[in-house]
């Protein structure tokens, strides 16, 4: 197993399904990311986590709850989703938040549709 | 602010064609750039970065440089394949880590 990986891949769920999408990395990174990837649009970053700590939320709506239980796991719990809601969810991590250690590697994504 | 423009696409080519995508950019301070491609059906994977002025990323025949005079970081790739088409991404990391980025540009390579 190597790089970051999602599941599920695909997920459809109704307005009132709870669902969560996990991710994990295989890296030994530190610092691990949710970005929202929509049509047309450029990757809008969701949640930033760095030792397992919440460092950065970019005013995201509360039926999208992270969590990060260890440096490797990484989950968005989903709950009374809205139609707008469906994108690529795409997972990524680096070996840590700051510019020396910039690279980031992402994972293949979720494919969510909200109905 | 931050922020990243690309052109838009798609960008269709002929097989063994001069590739240029166009990246510009806006930020406070230096930040380290970065070309990301996403192939049908993948996540995103990094294909080269830069980190200060004049430096030059490459990977797979492709390079970018980043120009600090016309904040510029054009993606360039002198022959391409069939194998290249993808959506391209520019995106910069400012100095809070977070990594600001162009809506893509999806490039169609035609036998």
């Known amino acids: 197993e190597t790089g970051v990986t999602q599941t599920p891949r695909h997920l459809v769920m109704g307005m009132t399904n709870k669902k969560s999408l996990k991710c994990e990395q295989h890296?030994?990174?530190?610092?691990m990311y949710w970005y929202k990837q929509s049509a047309k649009k450029p990757l809008e970053l969701m949640f930033v986590?760095?030792?397992?700590?919440?460092?950065e939320n970019n005013s995201v709506p509360s039926r999208f709850s992270p969590e990060c239980p260890n440096s490797s796991h990484l989950f968005l719990h989903l709950h009374t989703l809205q139609p707008e809601d469906s994108a690529l969810y795409l997972c990524?991590?680096?070996?840590?938040?700051?510019?020396?250690?910039?690279?980031?590697?992402f994972g293949p994504g979720t494919r969510l549709t909200v109905l | 602010g931050n922020s990243v423009t690309q052109m838009e696409g798609p960008v269709t080519l002929s097989e063994e064609a001069f590739l240029t995508i166009n990246c510009t950019y806006t930020?406070?301070?230096?930040?380290?750039l970065f070309w990301y491609v996403q192939y049908p059906g993948e996540g995103l994977q990094l294909l080269l970065k830069?980190?200060?002025a004049d430096d030059k990323g490459s990977n797979k025949g492709f390079e970018a440089t980043y120009r600090k005079e016309t904040t510029s970081f054009h993606l360039e790739k002198g022959s391409v394949q069939v194998s290249d088409s993808a959506v391209y991404f520019c995106?910069?990391?400012?100095?809070?880590?977070?990594?600001?980025w162009g809506a893509g540009t999806k490039l169609i390579i035609k036998p």
């Open positions: 990524a991590s680096s070996q840590d938040t700051s510019v020396e250690t910039d690279t980031q590697y």
């Open positions: 890296l030994g990174h530190n610092a």
């Open positions: 986590y760095s030792l397992e700590e919440r460092v």
């Open positions: 930020a406070t301070g230096y930040p380290s």
């Open positions: 830069a980190t200060k």
């Open positions: 995106a910069l990391l400012t100095s809070n880590y977070q990594l600001i």
